[in-house]
């Protein structure tokens, strides 16, 4: 099933409807590459505050740098400094910067990372990427995602 929408609104939207079925209190694990898609994630976090789950961001898919999600004051939703557990995660969110050759990993390494973290139940998998660079790269294939946000941008210079 395919459905589209635009703007922000819509990609945040799209998100907050991928995670709609994940219970409040659970712990959701955004991995992206450092950088490109920190923005991103806390975007994304931001607009699933309502839901009280325990946020954590694994640059790179390296588990060794987990640091916690949180709100800050006056600020929003931020990384922060803090080391956190990634492990028995209800939902996963792979950002597509990692599918990306200069700033990602390879696939392997995802799944290297899903396995190492998941527990006895399988966690929710949802991909989220710009101008479908993981159906370029083949990582649509080769990661079970059960739904991927793909954004596409337009930008327009006006001087």
Same mark, same amino acid.
């Given at each position: 099933?395919?459905? @589209? @929408? #635009? ?12 995670? &709609?079925?994940?219970?409040?209190? +659970? ?5 992206? +590459? ?11 976090? !931001? ?9 954590? !961001? ?5 588990? #060794? ?21 990634? @492990? ?13 050759? &200069? ?8 799944? +290297?990372?899903?396995?190492?973290? +998941? ?39 006006? &001087?």
């Amino acid at each position: 099933m395919m459905e @589209k @929408k #635009s703007g922000i609104v819509g990609f945040t939207g799209a998100f907050r409807e991928s995670i &709609k079925d994940i219970e409040n209190g +659970s712990t959701v694990v955004f991995t992206g +590459s450092i950088a490109v898609c920190t923005p991103f994630i806390e975007l994304l976090a !931001y607009s699933i505050r309502d839901k009280d789950f325990k946020m954590v !961001y694994v640059p790179k898919s390296d588990i #060794s740098q987990v640091k916690e999600i949180k709100e800050v004051e006056n600020i929003g939703f931020s990384v922060v400094n803090q080391d956190a557990d990634p @492990k028995n995660p209800d939902a996963v969110v792979v950002l597509g910067g990692l599918a990306m050759p &200069k700033f990602g990993c390879s696939p392997d390494e995802v799944l +290297s990372m899903l396995e190492e973290i +998941s527990g006895d139940k399988k966690p929710k998998i949802i991909g989220v990427c710009f101008m479908g660079i993981f159906e370029k790269t083949g990582w649509n294939t080769k990661i079970p995602f059960d739904v991927v946000i793909d954004t596409s941008m337009e930008t327009l210079v006006t &001087k």
